[in-house]
C-alpha cells in the first residue's frame, strides 16, 4: 500500500478544537456560539471527504507527529476503516448541531455553551480514534472521549445526573486502565511496537507467542474497551440516559459507542490479525460471547416502557452485531460488521432524535403515553418507523444490508454457523417486538383516558428536518449500499 504523507487529518482534529475555543469565546452571544459549531462541523466534514478520493485509490494517508520511544508514537494514519467512522461521525455532528439547537433552545436547557464545547471535544477525541495508527494513539483519543463526554452525561448537574455520569466514567476509565493499559505494554514487550498492520490477516503478535498469554491479552482488549457495550460491562450506558437526547444521540450513535467497537474492531484486526484469531479459536469464542450480549439486551428492552431505556438497550444489542460479524473471521461476516458502523448510525441517531422530538413535542417518556400520538406527529413517527425497520433489518432500509452480510457470513464458516444463525433470528424476532409496538400504538392506538392533544404538534423544524435527514439517508444507503461498501472491501484487501 503507498503511502502519502499529508497533514489533512491533524486539520480535521484542529477544526473541532478550533470550534470548541470560539464556542466558549462566544458563550453569551448564542447564535454566534452555534454559528461556530456549525461552522466547525462542515469544515471537519469537508477535510474528511477531502481524504476519500486518496483512500480509494489504495493509499494510506499518514501524519508522524511524535515518538515517545521506539515503536511507540504518537502518529495519525488514514485508511479505508478509519474512513468508515470518520465520515459517518464527522457528517453527523453537522446534523446534530442543528437538532442540539432546537432541543435545547426548546426546553430552554442552561449551561449551553459548555455543552456545545463539550460536544467539540467528543468529536475531536472519535476523529482521533479514527485516524489512530498505532495502539497508544488510539488509547490517547479514547480516553480523551470518556473525559470531555462525562459533563455531557452529568449535564442537568442533579442527582440522577450526577450518580449516571459517576457511573459512565468510572466503568469506562477503570476498564481502560485495569485491562487495555496492561494488555498494550504487555504487546509492547512481546512485539517491540504498537503499529497496525498493513493487513487485516496478519496482525503484529508473532506466531510462536504463547497462544494462552495471547488468548489473555485478546480477553483484555475486548472487555477493556468498554465503550463497546458488551456484557457484563455495558451498565453505563442505560445509565447514561439522564443525559439531554442531543447527548444521548452523541452517545448511542456517533461517538461514544463507535468509539468502542472501532477500537475493539481495529485491535482484532490490526493488532490480533484474522489468521492467529483463527488458529486460537478466539473468534467463534467471541462471536459466541457477544451473542449473549445481542439476545438477553433484547429481551431486556422489551421490559422497557421508557422509549430511551428501551433504544438504549437495543443499542447493547445492536453493537454486538459489529463485533460478531468481525469475530466471524470470514470475508461476508467482517464486512456485514464494518458496515454495520455507518448502517447502525444513521438509524440509531434517527431514533433518539424521535424520542427527544416527542418529549420536546409532549413532555412524554414512556411508550405507554404515546397511543395515537403518530396522527399527530407523523414525520417524528414516519421517521421512527423507517428507523426501526433499519434496526430489525428489513429491506429496503440499511440495516438489511447489515443482517444480509451477517446471514451470509455465517454459512461461510466451515462449523457452528447453525448456532449464529439462530442468534440471528431470534434477535431479529426480539428486534420486532420491542420495535413493531411502538409504531403501532402510536398510528393505531387510542388515546390514554382523558389524554387531550390539543396543540400538540411537530417539534420545531431545527429538530423534524435532522431526523427527516438521518433516515431518508439510512434508506439510501440501503438502496445503494455501494459508497460505504467501497471502504469495507478496501479493508478486506
Given at each position: 500500500m503507498e503511502i502519502v504523507s499529508s497533514l489533512k487529518p491533524v486539520y480535521a482534529l484542529?477544526?473541532?478544537?478550533?470550534g470548541c475555543i470560539l464556542v466558549m469565546l462566544n458563550g453569551k452571544r448564542p447564535n454566534v456560539r452555534e454559528?461556530?459549531?456549525?461552522?466547525?462541523?462542515?469544515?471537519?466534514?469537508?477535510?474528511?471527504?477531502?481524504?476519500?478520493?486518496?483512500?480509494?485509490?489504495g493509499q494510506k494517508i499518514l501524519c508522524p507527529l511524535f515518538k515517545i520511544v521506539p515503536g511507540v508514537s504518537v502518529t495519525l494514519r488514514v485508511d479505508a476503516m478509519s474512513m468508515i467512522f470518520a465520515l459517518v461521525a464527522s457528517f453527523l455532528w453537522i446534523i446534530t448541531v442543528f437538532y442540539s439547537m432546537g432541543y435545547m433552545r426548546g426546553l430552554n436547557e442552561h449551561a449551553q455553551t459548555r455543552f456545545n464545547a463539550c460536544f467539540a471535544l467528543a468529536l475531536f477525541g472519535a476523529?482521533?480514534?479514527?485516524?489512530?495508527?498505532?495502539?497508544?494513539?488510539?488509547y490517547l483519543f479514547y480516553e480523551v472521549v470518556s473525559v470531555c463526554t462525562y459533563p455531557l452525561v452529568a449535564h442537568h448537574q442533579d442527582e440522577e445526573g450526577y450518580a449516571g455520569a459517576r457511573k459512565y466514567i468510572v466503568y469506562l476509565t477503570t476498564t481502560a486502565k485495569g485491562l487495555v493499559l496492561p494488555a498494550m505494554i504487555l504487546i509492547y514487550v512481546l512485539t517491540g511496537t504498537l503499529d497496525f498492520a498493513d493487513n487485516i490477516r496478519t496482525g503484529i503478535l508473532p506466531a510462536t507467542a504463547n497462544g494462552t498469554l495471547v488468548t489473555v491479552l485478546y480477553i483484555c482488549c475486548l472487555l477493556g474497551f468498554a465503550k463497546n457495550g458488551v456484557m457484563p460491562f455495558h451498565n453505563w450506558l442505560p445509565g447514561a440516559m439522564v443525559a439531554p437526547t442531543p447527548v444521548s444521540a452523541l452517545l448511542h450513535a456517533v461517538a461514544v459507542v463507535k468509539v468502542g467497537v472501532f477500537c475493539t474492531t481495529r485491535v482484532m484486526l490490526y493488532v490480533f490479525g484474522v489468521d492467529l484469531m483463527s488458529v486460537l479459536h478466539l473468534g467463534?469464542?467471541?462471536?459466541?460471547?457477544?451473542?449473549?450480549?445481542?439476545?438477553?439486551?433484547?429481551?431486556?428492552?422489551?421490559?422497557k416502557d421508557n422509549l430511551k431505556a428501551r433504544l438504549a438497550y437495543s443499542t447493547v444489542s445492536q453493537l454486538s452485531y459489529i463485533i460478531l460479524g468481525v469475530?466471524?473471521?470470514?470475508?461476508?461476516g467482517i464486512e456485514g460488521g464494518l458496515v454495520h458502523i455507518a448502517n447502525h448510525a444513521f438509524s440509531k441517531i434517527t431514533l433518539f432524535f424521535c424520542a427527544g422530538a416527542i418529549y420536546v413535542a409532549t413532555h412524554k417518556k414512556t411508550i405507554s403515553e404515546m397511543?395515537?400520538?403518530?396522527?399527530?406527529?407523523?414525520?417524528?413517527?414516519?421517521?421512527?418507523?423507517?428507523?426501526?425497520?433499519?434496526m430489525i433489518g428489513a429491506p429496503p432500509v440499511a440495516g438489511f444490508v447489515t443482517k444480509w452480510k451477517l446471514l451470509v457470513g455465517a454459512m461461510e464458516m466451515d462449523a457452528h454457523y447453525f448456532g449464529i444463525l439462530l442468534v440471528l433470528l431470534a434477535s431479529t424476532l426480539l428486534n420486532v417486538g420491542y420495535f413493531a409496538p411502538v409504531?403501532?400504538?402510536?398510528?393505531?392506538?387510542?388515546?390514554?383516558?382523558?389524554?387531550?392533544?390539543e396543540g400538540i404538534k411537530e417539534a420545531p423544524l431545527a429538530m423534524v428536518i435532522p431526523l427527516m435527514i438521518a433516515a431518508v439517508i439510512s434508506v439510501i444507503i440501503g438502496i445503494y449500499p455501494d459508497f460505504m461498501m467501497g471502504f469495507v472491501k478496501a479493508v478486506m484487501r
Open positions: 484542529m477544526a473541532a478544537l478550533t454559528g461556530c459549531s456549525v461552522a466547525a462541523a462542515v469544515i471537519m466534514f469537508m477535510i474528511v471527504a477531502s481524504m476519500v478520493p486518496t483512500v480509494l485509490a476523529i482521533g480514534v479514527a485516524f489512530s495508527d498505532n495502539l497508544f494513539t488510539l467463534i469464542g467471541t462471536a459466541y460471547f457477544v451473542s449473549f450480549t445481542i439476545v438477553m439486551a433484547s429481551v431486556i428492552a422489551l421490559s469475530a466471524l473471521l470470514t470475508p461476508t397511543g395515537g400520538l403518530g396522527r399527530t406527529m407523523p414525520f417524528t413517527f414516519g421517521a421512527f418507523a423507517i428507523a426501526s425497520l433499519s409504531t403501532y400504538k402510536a398510528f393505531f392506538g387510542k388515546r390514554p383516558e382523558g389524554e387531550v392533544y
